[in-house]
């Protein structure tokens, strides 16, 4: 194997994805401000997840061709540029309309930064060390969205919420010049045929089901809506003429082979349901300790920080204990800590405690650390070599599908327990029914959460260790 630089690679793209991960998560606790201060509904708002996803859920698809269109360093570069300008865009915007273009545009960034990162580490890390680069990803796709919503409080209480952008995007420069400097290319570029039939019924099919649940997740006509109907049909349509595409293809845009390698498939299931239990979970409780639990955007950030950075900082050891005793040990005892934080969560109310709640949720996120990076690793692990590209583009592509399912649903979840709350409540108008509705809806959510937990866990027990061959190490011609 050829010998790299792996620090400078692995701290370039550690920077830029920390940064746009921040972002992501740093918004969400601004979204009431943000409601208020553009005049929009709480399902406009959610647009600012949702368009983000689905522009992931869009591209995400085709990082595998990309990653063999393009060199390295060339998606790097574009990735941070499309990065940098979202990140500007945002940091001067005065209207819904111009965030929303920034957010966009970030998410370009993203999708492109995040496949690239996972197949830069196949490549350049032996199987035997893959398990703590990984738990490093991990860190860094956990602990920046930790940090998201303390430092976003803070800068809310005591500046505005564009400082968000103004704080992130001299890291992204460095990000950038270090990358500039660093970063060699790794992958070989092969130049594939591009199908346009596979990239419109890629786009149709998990644009379509992406954007169904989102529009699911906005209340009002909620699931029985026409165009939710619609547009998860018309996806799971498309989606079935871009699956048998791929398998009759000599060269696929996205080779579904991956899916015969059975650790793959439960590793791809237990990472699916932790980003639902994620992504449901970071929605409702900043919602819940501001609007139910009546506390301020920074207090809101600060309960959250605790578990979020013990995640983060636990990533790389769960990796490292990954590469010494394999997956089995760490993902059963993950998800049963999971299933039992989630059931004390679905029964807080208004008068749970601070402490119990920072309790839970440092119980939540161990767990998840426990469970995301190995059952990622060791599925990846499986693949040959020639199948990296499509493995990580599979894995991040399902991620943003689950990741829009989970908000969609729990959003949707909440919104009718509130109302079922409210219209049985002698008098709805009042701050404590309110904050009573919002208990009740997130109740329900944090229910749901733990259902997926219990799928996941009964998963779990078919995982089994890779072993990988040496000679998988090197690509079979």
Same mark, same amino acid.
């Given at each position: ?16 994805? %920390? ?22 509904? #709480? ?52 209207? %819904? ?9 970030? +998410? ?32 860094? &796709? ?70 169904? %649940? ?18 998860? #049909? ?78 983060? &900082? ?26 039992? *934080? ?19 949720? &440092?119980?939540?996120?161990?767990? &998840? ?22 493995? *990580?583009?599979?894995?991040? *592509? ?59 866990? #009964?998963? +779990? ?9 040496? #000679? ?6």
């Amino acid at each position: 194997m050829k010998q790299y630089n792996t620090k400078a690679i692995m701290a370039s793209l550690l920077i830029c994805g %920390f940064v746009g991960m921040f972002s992501e998560t740093a918004l969400n606790i601004a979204i009431s401000n943000l409601m208020e201060i553009f005049q929009i509904s #709480a399902s406009t708002a959610q647009w600012l997840t949702t368009g983000f996803l689905l522009t992931l859920g869009i591209l995400m698809p085709m990082t595998g061709l990309l990653l063999q269109w393009f060199t390295t360093r060339q998606l790097f570069i574009g990735s941070l540029a499309s990065s940098i300008a979202g990140t500007l865009i945002a940091a001067l915007a005065f209207n %819904f309309e111009m965030l929303m273009v920034a957010r966009v545009m970030q +998410a370009i960034g993203m999708g492109l930064l995040i496949p690239l990162m996972f197949n830069t580490i196949l490549v350049v890390y032996p199987a035997e060390k893959r398990g703590a680069a990984m738990g490093f990803v991990g860190l860094v &796709i956990m602990f920046a969205p930790a940090t998201g919503p303390t430092v976003a409080g803070l800068l809310i209480e005591y500046l505005t919420w564009h400082y968000i952008f103004w704080l992130s995007l001299p890291f992204l420069v460095i990000g950038l010049l270090v990358g500039l400097k660093y970063l060699e290319n790794v992958t070989e570029v092969t130049k594939p045929r591009i199908d346009l039939l596979s990239v419109l019924f890629s786009t149709i099919g998990f644009g379509g089901v992406v954007f169904g %649940f989102s529009k699911a997740g906005e209340g009002g006509g909620g699931w029985s809506g026409s165009v939710v109907t619609v547009s998860i #049909a018309i996806g799971l349509a498309a989606l079935a003429v871009f699956a048998l595409r791929q398998i009759f293809m000599r060269e696929p845009m996205m080779n579904l082979r991956v899916f015969k390698y059975p650790m793959f498939i439960v590793g791809l299931l237990m990472v699916l349901s932790c980003m639902m239990i994620i992504l449901s979970s970071m929605i409702i409780l900043p919602m819940y300790l501001q609007k139910g639990m009546k506390l301020s955007a920074f207090a809101a950030g600060l309960i959250l920080l605790p578990g979020s950075a013990l995640n983060g &900082i636990l990533s790389p050891k769960m990796g490292r204990l990954f590469d010494k005793y394999g997956p089995k040990w760490l993902v059963i005892p993950g998800l049963i800590i999971v299933a039992a *934080t989630l059931w004390f969560y679905s029964g807080i109310t208004p008068a749970s405690s601070v402490a119990f709640i920072v309790a839970l949720h &440092i119980g939540l996120m161990i767990g &998840i650390s426990m469970v995301w990076m190995p059952a990622q690793t060791n599925g990846l692990n499986q693949l040959p070599p020639e199948l990296y590209p499509h493995g *990580t583009a599979v894995m991040n *592509t399902l991620q943003q599908v689950a990741g829009a399912i989970g908000t969609a649903v729990a959003i949707s979840i909440l919104t009718n327990g509130m109302e079922k709350y409210l219209s049985e409540s002698p008098s709805p108008n009042e701050q404590t029914e309110l904050a009573n509705a919002m208990t009740f809806g997130s109740q329900h959510v944090f229910s749901f959460a733990m259902t997926v937990t219990v799928i996941g866990l #009964a998963t +779990a027990f078919f995982i089994r260790r890779v072993i990988v061959h040496r #000679a998988a190490v090197n690509p079979m011609h």
